[in-house]
């Protein structure tokens, strides 16, 4: 039994010509990107490997694009005999890794993106939202500078990416309050992030009220590999909890530092992390040092991968 968990990453590891090199090389990943251009009836395919960096930031795309990437990578690596012990995706990513566990229809999932997408990008006018990361912040500072800087508005986490590293969603003005106040209590770094929308925040209810009729019509299957969840950072293994898990994510935090410790409370020891860039690698390193990791993306990450699942195997 492996005890390597898969991972699936979210929005902003997408780049210009992701996936285009995985389509060249492995027939399993070619087919994937003809299933998603089926599916949605354009050639998402032709955005990834072609389309500008400006065309892959817009949500409605770049949802669905990484998932394609995330699901041709995984199915490379399952056809090389990858079984992973547990699965886990970074906000978007859930979606792919529940696909990989066998709960959601790759097609299904696709569209379920690209609507999420849109709704997420409707929910908040531009210029009203923000996203700031704040890096290295003492350790207690959180709640006090979030309550300090709302001020009537709305502020709160939504990515508790590693010890190290919180991403914060509101309107843009309490966005900036906490910024500030964060400055002066001591963190290293702070950073206003060049998104569309104030992902994972309490702004984010009408998008998640304009999902669930999406969501309701989609069989969602019991899991063959359990997920660890976004919403509560909890494992996982029917479709009911799947589908709630993926309502619920849309205004609450991401709890990617409790999802990555109770993975290796399950006995995970090593992850692969399956889609484009390598932003959930370098988040595992800070959460949990002695976890061994590699990413797979292009063909030229499949020796390191491989070496990886044999030393685990």
């Given at each position: 039994?492996s005890?390597v968990a ?7 590891s997408?780049?210009?010509g992701?996936?285009k090199l995985l389509?060249?090389s492995?027939p ?10 089926e599916?949605l009836g354009?050639?998402?395919s032709n955005?990834c ?7 892959l930031?817009?949500t409605?795309n770049t949802?669905p694009a990484?998932l394609?990437v995330?699901v041709a990578?995984?199915?490379?690596l399952?056809?090389?005999?990858f079984r992973?012990a ?10 792919s890794?529940?696909?990989a566990a066998?709960s959601?229809?790759?097609a299904?999932a ?23 990361a704040l890096?290295?912040?003492?350790e207690?500072?959180l ?11 709305v502020?709160s986490a939504?990515?508790l990416?590693s010890p190290?590293?919180v991403v914060?969603?509101?309107h ?9 106040l964060?400055?002066?209590?001591g963190?290293k770094?702070?950073?206003?992030l060049?998104?569309?929308a104030?992902?994972?925040c309490?702004?984010?209810?009408p ?5 669930r ?7 969602f ?5 359990p997920?660890?969840?976004n919403?509560q ?10 589908h709630e ?6 205004p609450?935090?991401?709890?990617w ?5 109770e993975?290796a409370h399950?006995g995970v ?8 860039g390598?932003?959930?690698?370098g988040?595992c390193?800070q959460i949990?040092p002695s976890?061994q990791?590699?990413k797979?993306?292009?063909p ?10 044999y030393?685990?195997?």
């Amino acid at each position: 039994m492996s005890d390597v968990a898969l991972l699936c990453p979210g929005q902003g590891s997408q780049y210009a010509g992701m996936g285009k090199l995985l389509a060249e090389s492995f027939p399993t990943a070619k087919r994937a990107f003809e299933e998603a251009d089926e599916a949605l009836g354009f050639s998402l395919s032709n955005l990834c490997f072609a389309g500008s960096a400006e065309e892959l930031l817009k949500t409605e795309n770049t949802q669905p694009a990484l998932l394609a990437v995330s699901v041709a990578a995984f199915r490379v690596l399952a056809e090389r005999g990858f079984r992973p012990a547990l699965v886990a995706g970074h906000s978007l990513g859930e979606y792919s890794a529940l696909v990989a566990a066998g709960s959601l229809d790759f097609a299904d999932a696709l569209r379920l993106v690209r609507k999420r997408g849109q709704y997420m990008q409707e929910a908040v006018p531009e210029g009203v939202g923000a996203m700031a990361a704040l890096l290295k912040l003492p350790e207690g500072k959180l709640d006090q500078i979030l309550e300090r800087a709302a001020q009537g508005e709305v502020v709160s986490a939504a990515n508790l990416n590693s010890p190290t590293q919180v991403v914060i969603a509101g309107h843009k003005g309490a966005v900036q309050r906490a910024m500030e106040l964060a400055r002066t209590g001591g963190a290293k770094r702070v950073m206003l992030l060049p998104v569309s929308a104030p992902f994972h925040c309490p702004l984010m209810r009408p998008a998640q009220e304009n999902l669930r009729p999406h969501l309701d019509r989609i069989q969602f299957r019991e899991l063959s590999v359990p997920l660890i969840n976004n919403w509560q950072a909890r494992r996982i293994s029917t479709g009911s909890e799947a589908h709630e898990g993926l309502y619920q994510q849309i205004p609450n935090p991401v709890r990617w530092s409790d999802t990555i410790r109770e993975m290796a409370h399950y006995g995970v020891t090593g992850f692969v992390e399956a889609g484009a860039g390598s932003v959930l690698l370098g988040l595992c390193r800070q959460i949990n040092p002695s976890l061994q990791g590699a990413k797979f993306g292009e063909p030229s990450d499949l020796d390191t991968t491989e070496r990886l699942l044999y030393n685990h195997s």
